[in-house]
């Protein structure tokens, strides 16, 4: 069977609506905030080798590794064809394909006419996998044993029966049971979605049309991302930038990028980086890959579907027990920290390749912040939330404030939802003037965000970077602010370490977190005089030495170097 170009489109469109569906599954059925609020999770589906040919519009530093998860699981754990197409696989182990236990893998084949045509695939970070800190997110974990339940590559269905035993082990070791397997329930839902549209679609093309057509959309990505690397110039383009530390040396922890430019084709060599962390902060290539692949992507100016035809030009190489490919037992709950930073130096590499496209730095880390609240009664609740900060400015453009980017997609958390759910009252919640960096075009706004305190105590957990070392500018752009995170007691503030488990909180405590503004890009003394002037009518710069906010409702007020609060000037 042959396909023209019009059909080839119409099985695509299919696929990707098909991922889609699981994705709307997902946020209507599911149970935690950080699932349907937050929207931390991903769907896919994948050729019937394992390949990521169509997914939904989630979050890239999924999207990117699900492939090389379900390939490790066909590869190492699982014989296809011992795996039904009524068996459901799930694994959250990180030395097994997964990225840190939170994040909950599950797939399924899709069968026709006796043949496998598809696999489909749903990931969720869910919000607690046990291990020494509420949320699982534990900063100071020195291996991967003490971050939680690790499931090892096992078939949470087989035959289409639930595995009974299976399932009650993840709830007895989790601290939030009927939250984490109700989104767990949800993922399951999803992928007989999925199944069923590909079904569908297989129905009327045949199991080898379905095959071929798998085969096109991968071969017109990658020829697509061959035409769109060819356009820039060969050269190597190097780049570097450092993470605050791993929560417990306080050494400062090198990324480094060398961009090979050659022909078709793009190496990108990451040995330069760092050894492997005692810290949380690890990565393996399969999380590490994905930011590679999601910059490269975002760079080209060509219009391709996402998928894994788009990596195959791409090379990477690592240095075995590095930060970036590091050996088991190391801890990874915080690995994100090292994807984002690492987008950034990519960012910052094809700059000097195509210095008119690139943005500067964005905020370029999860400033991930768990609450558990204790009641009188002994109730335990547990909220994660993972703030962002601003973008960075663009040739020809302000960064954007306060927005998700790089290896993010998420939402954030109504304030009404956390009130209604919990004992914690959001105080302050809004934009931080002056934290975007200088430049002919201004890095876009951080924020700031205060949560108090309202049950008898509680426990906080930070897991957070970019205190150290701000986002860079570009093209003569200044960078963007630091982070910052207190504990405000009786009007006191007390800085809390970026990176922290266990501080104990009060009723009537307030932690206070300010994020990074992106970096700017260009000269600040070339910015258009019409638009420095809007940003002093939108309140978006402040007076030397204090630390502005911007509060939902309009109301502007500005922070002395003192900590009081004197109102706009």
Not at 364 to 375: L, M, N, P
Not at 485 to 500: M, N, Q, W
């Amino acid at each position: 069977m042959t396909f023209g170009p019009i059909e080839i489109e119409v099985i695509r469109n299919a696929l990707t609506a098909a991922a889609a569906e699981m994705d709307i599954t997902i946020w209507r059925t599911s149970r935690s905030t950080i699932v349907r609020e937050l929207l931390d999770y991903s769907t896919a589906v994948f050729d019937a080798e394992g390949n990521n040919v169509a997914q939904s519009a989630r979050i890239p530093q999924h999207l990117n590794s699900m492939g090389a998860a379900l390939r490790t699981l066909l590869d190492r754990f699982v014989v296809a064809d011992e795996w039904g197409p009524d068996d459901v696989v799930a694994t959250n182990d990180p030395y097994c394909g997964a990225q840190h236990l939170n994040d909950v893998l599950v797939f399924k084949p899709v069968m026709h006419e006796g043949r496998r045509v598809a696999y489909v695939g749903a990931l969720c970070h869910h919000i607690d996998m046990g291990g020494m800190a509420p949320g699982s997110y534990a900063a100071t974990a020195t291996e991967v044993f003490q971050e939680g339940l690790r499931i090892p590559p096992l078939k949470l269905i087989e035959n289409g029966r639930l595995n009974r035993a299976v399932w009650e082990m993840i709830g007895q070791n989790v601290r939030k049971p009927a939250l984490m397997l109700g989104d767990l329930q949800s993922q399951l839902a999803s992928l007989d979605v999925g199944a069923a549209s590909i079904r569908r679609l297989a129905q009327r093309y045949g199991a080898a049309g379905i095959t071929e057509a798998t085969a096109r959309i991968l071969d017109m990505s990658e020829a697509a991302m061959r035409a769109a690397i060819r356009a820039m110039p060969d050269g190597r383009y190097e780049f570097e930038d450092f993470l605050d530390d791993d929560g417990i040396s306080g050494e400062p922890v090198r990324l480094h990028a060398a961009v090979t430019v050659q022909g078709d084709e793009i190496v990108v060599d990451l040995t330069g980086c760092a050894d492997q962390q005692r810290g949380p902060i690890n990565c393996t290539p399969a999380m590490s890959n994905c930011a590679v692949y999601y910059a490269i992507i975002a760079a080209t100016d060509g219009a391709m579907p996402a998928n894994a035809g788009c990596y195959r030009p791409i090379r990477i190489t690592h240095r075995e027990g590095s930060v970036t490919n590091c050996r088991a037992p190391a801890s990874v709950a915080h690995r994100v920290a090292v994807s984002h930073r690492l987008a950034n130096v990519m960012f910052g590499c094809l700059h000097r390749a195509l210095p008119d496209r690139m943005p500067a730095a964005y905020y370029g880390g999860s400033y991930v912040a768990t609450f558990q609240t204790e009641g009188a009664d002994g109730s335990r609740e547990v909220l994660v939330e993972i703030e962002i900060g601003g973008t960075g400015a663009a040739p020809g453009k302000d960064g954007v404030n306060a927005w998700s980017f790089g290896m993010h997609n998420n939402a954030n958390i109504p304030v009404e939802m956390i009130e209604s759910q919990m004992p914690l009252t959001i105080t302050r919640y809004g934009l931080l003037p002056g934290s975007g960096g200088a430049g002919a075009f201004r890095g876009g706004l951080g924020l700031f965000r205060e949560w108090r305190v309202d049950s008898p105590a509680g426990v906080f957990t930070a897991n957070m970077d970019r205190f150290r070392f701000p986002p860079y500018g570009l093209a003569g752009g200044g960078p963007g602010s630091l982070g910052r995170l207190v504990r405000i007691r009786d009007g006191v503030e007390t800085p809390i370490a970026p990176k922290s488990d266990g501080v104990r909180l009060r009723q009537g405590d307030i932690v206070r977190l300010e994020t990074s503004g992106g970096g700017g890009f260009g000269d600040p003394v070339a910015r258009n005089a019409a638009a420095a002037a809007r940003d002093r009518e939108l309140g978006y710069v402040a007076p030397d030495g204090a630390r502005g906010y911007i509060a939902p409702d309009g109301a502007r007020g500005y922070i002395a170097p003192d900590g009081a609060r004197p109102g706009v000037p």
